[in-house]
């Protein structure tokens, strides 16, 4: 009996991996569009020259078959996504029409009463920013659905903002207090600037053929400087630029703020770490 139905089921996903998603919908999303929903899930409808009636007889475009498995996984991938978007009482329900060898899939969504942020407060900036001003330019709003993407969206925003101010070590807590009985949210972002800090040492690795000179000449990062996050990006991008190196990494040396005493605690040393091309490739050239 065990092995007559181990070996249906066998069958049975067999022949479930032979049909093709012919169509794949959803139906009741007003909140989320239906891009963003085919990016969650793992269920993929094939593409329009294989999907298309009229055009399917080319034998052209890519096929997807359909797992069972993995679609009632995504009907749980779905309800997660729209709770971490705010919806805590969405409720997705799936309609599936088969034919011997095709799947036409809808996922029916009901998304409910969002969850709504009431209070957002943004603490720890005194002095740094002007924090009303800030705050207006966050993802996530007073009024916003409470949308966990967008919070952290904004606790990044405001971090980006201390490291290009001479923040290098800024953090942001995140704290909330959701009550999905009344839809409401209150939402704490409390900035951790730590020490503002210049540039000290640029210690630069992976040289062979290029001259260390020319590479500190076209750095954006420099000693004495304050410290800005996207002068390490810009350095990263101009090395490459160069055309003369395979790989290049711009990044702290330090993974905490120095500890000690005297000027040189303000100082944060960076690491550029680069490979060089095939000799081929590099190309020196004089001023």
């Known amino acids: 009996m065990l092995l007559a139905a181990l070996a249906a089921s066998t069958v049975l996903s067999a022949q479930d991996q032979e049909r093709v998603v012919r169509g794949l919908s959803f139906d009741g999303n007003r ?3 239906g891009l963003t929903l085919e990016s969650v899930i793992a269920t993929t409808k094939s593409s329009a020259w294989a999907s298309r009636w009229y055009l399917r007889w080319l034998g052209l475009g890519e096929k997807r078959y359909f797992n069972e498995v993995e679609f009632r996984r995504d009907v749980v991938r779905l309800i ?3 709770r971490q978007s705010g919806y805590m009482n969405a409720v997705v329900d799936t309609s599936v029409r088969r034919t011997s060898r095709d799947v036409y899939a809808t996922f029916r969504i009901h998304e409910g009463e969002p969850v709504r942020v009431t209070r957002l407060d943004v603490t720890g900036l005194d002095g740094i920013f002007d924090v009303a001003k800030l705050k207006r330019d966050l ?3 007073v009024g916003d659905p ?6 952290q969206a904004s606790a990044d925003t405001i971090v980006s903002r201390l490291r290009n101010h001479g923040y290098p070590y800024a953090e942001v807590l995140r704290n909330f207090d959701s009550e999905a009985g009344i839809l409401r949210a209150e939402v704490e972002l409390d900035a951790q600037p730590g020490p503002r800090m210049r540039i000290g040492e640029v210690v630069i690795r992976g040289l062979r053929d290029v001259d260390t000179g020319t590479v500190r000449r076209v750095m954006s990062v420099r000693s004495g400087h304050g410290f800005r996050q996207d002068a390490l990006y810009q350095t990263q991008r101009d090395l490459y630029g160069m055309g003369v190196f395979s790989s290049v990494n711009v990044a702290l040396i330090d993974s905490v703020p120095p500890q000690g005493s005297g000027p040189s605690d303000s100082a944060v040393r960076v690491l550029v ?3 060089e091309g095939p000799r081929h490739q590099v190309r020196l050239g004089g001023g």
């Open 139 to 141: 993802p996530l709003q």
């Open 146 to 151: 409470f949308n966990r993407f967008l919070m």
């Open 80 to 82: 997660l996504f729209y």
């Open 273 to 275: 770490q680069v490979l």
């Open 31 to 33: 909140a989320i569009d």
